[in-house]
């Protein structure tokens, strides 16, 4: 016979010692298209077990050779994927609940208990045990994830690629910013690399080993210039931690900017301004990136007091040909004159975008148009001719 409802098992053991209930168990689940297995004591039990599965188990608690509930801690154990449901009087109800709670079981069921009640039972357990399965399954995913991140990380298949930032007039090298790469299929850049990360709560570990490649970069980049670093939110979270992160970078501070966006302000609102101050202090230099994507240019301005701020592409794309682009980075460049800063243009691609850049007095450049982000070279090239 079939089943008639997906929540009924396929097959089943019963463990009674009272033959009254194995018969009426029987009669039940097999009416239900159920393929029954009776055992009268938990040593016929465990015999059956050891050479067949069950999708469902229906185990009385009180059995001559001992308790049913010891008998579905082991299927917890040895058959994870079974159905498991103690049948027990009213005395023994504590222990069935602990039971639950801890796992071992899925439901109960009291004595006496009618048809009705069984099949409840039944499809409560195993909505029970997919949860549990899910759970585990989950917890595999994220297990297999952390591993092949922390093996990516602290492989050969994770690297920087440096993209140069020069200045505006004469083309001197400011500096050089890192973005994440990989070779890995399925982390093949930032934003996968970054969001797998966030989910497993390893955002640390992508930072150390940021600052692994960045540190021997000092050498191979002019002694004038600078390595521009992004700095994400949840870096903050854990002051002691990230100045732990940024040590082997402290003998050259000076020569370090981290790069600030408008989600470190969403993520610690009235906060960031004291956390950043922190950083300064140690030496570091700070960057408000992509200005001009979304938030607020003046409470981030207030909060992240900024020795160089980056002009965002949206308002550099075309800005030779879309005045009200040139009206906001006239803006932009007003804001960096008030508080001190520089303005970096991102994302510049054409010789003409360039041109409205400089004769707004835009400071340093950085886009494709300057250069595409690639290896660092062999050697340190000169800094360039012009002061900055």
């Known amino acids: 016979m079939a089943?008639?409802?997906?929540?009924?098992?396929?097959t089943a053991l019963i463990v009674d010692d009272e033959a009254g209930i194995r018969r009426a168990l029987h009669r039940i689940l097999t009416a239900s298209g159920v393929q029954v297995t009776a055992a009268a004591n938990l040593s016929e039990a465990r015999r059956l077990l050891a050479t067949h599965r069950f999708e469902a188990a229906l185990v009385d608690q009180n059995l001559p050779d001992g308790l049913g509930s010891e008998l579905l801690r082991e299927m917890w154990r040895d058959h994870p994927s079974?159905?498991?449901?103690?049948?027990?009087?009213?005395?023994?109800?504590?222990?069935?609940?602990?039971?639950?709670?801890?796992?071992?079981?899925?439901?109960?069921?009291?004595?006496?208990?009618?048809?009705?009640?069984?099949?409840?039972?039944?499809?409560?357990?195993?909505?029970?045990?997919?949860?549990?399965?899910?759970?585990?399954?989950?917890?595999?995913?994220?297990?297999?994830?952390r591993q092949s991140l922390n093996q990516l990380l602290r492989g050969s298949q994770f690297r920087l690629d440096w993209q140069p930032i020069v200045h505006a007039q004469c083309g001197a090298l400011l500096g050089v910013e890192g973005f994440i790469r990989s070779e890995n299929?399925?982390?093949?850049?930032?934003?996968?690399?970054?969001?797998?990360a966030e989910r497993l709560g390893m955002l640390r570990q992508v930072g150390r080993a940021v600052v692994g490649h960045a540190t021997p970069a000092l050498d191979r980049i002019p002694d004038g210039s600078s390595l521009f670093l992004n700095l994400h939110p949840e870096e903050l979270a854990d002051q002691e931690a990230l100045e732990d992160q940024l040590e082997p970078l402290r003998p050259a501070a000076h020569r370090i900017c981290l790069e600030v966006t408008g989600r470190a302000h969403e993520r610690w609102p009235g906060t960031l301004?004291?956390?950043?101050?922190?950083?300064?202090?140690?030496g570091f230099r700070l960057a408000l990136d992509d200005l001009g994507a979304g938030q607020g240019a003046l409470v981030l301005l207030a909060e992240v007091e900024p020795r160089f701020i980056k002009a965002h592409d949206s308002i550099v794309r075309d800005i030779d040909q879309k005045p009200a682009r040139r009206r906001l980075m006239e803006m932009v460049c007003a804001f960096a004159r008030a508080s001190g800063a520089d303005v970096v243009a991102e994302g510049v691609e054409t010789e003409g975008e360039a041109v409205v850049l400089r004769d707004l007095g835009v400071a340093y450049l950085q886009g494709y148009h300057i250069g595409h982000p690639g290896a660092l070279p062999?050697?340190?090239a000169p800094l360039g001719g012009c002061a900055h």
């Open 185 to 196: 299929p399925t982390l093949s850049g930032p934003s996968q690399i970054l969001g797998l």
């Open 82 to 145: 079974t159905t498991r449901i103690l049948i027990t009087g009213g005395t023994d109800l504590n222990v069935a609940l602990k039971a639950v709670n801890n796992g071992e079981l899925h439901q109960f069921l009291l004595k006496p208990f009618r048809p009705r009640e069984l099949m409840q039972a039944l499809a409560e357990a195993k909505d029970r045990l997919g949860g549990q399965l899910a759970a585990a399954n989950g917890f595999r995913a994220a297990d297999n994830s």
């Open 378 to 380: 062999t050697s340190p």
């Open 3 to 10: 089943r008639q409802h997906p929540s009924v098992p396929e």
């Open 273 to 282: 301004s004291k956390k950043l101050a922190r950083l300064r202090e140690l």
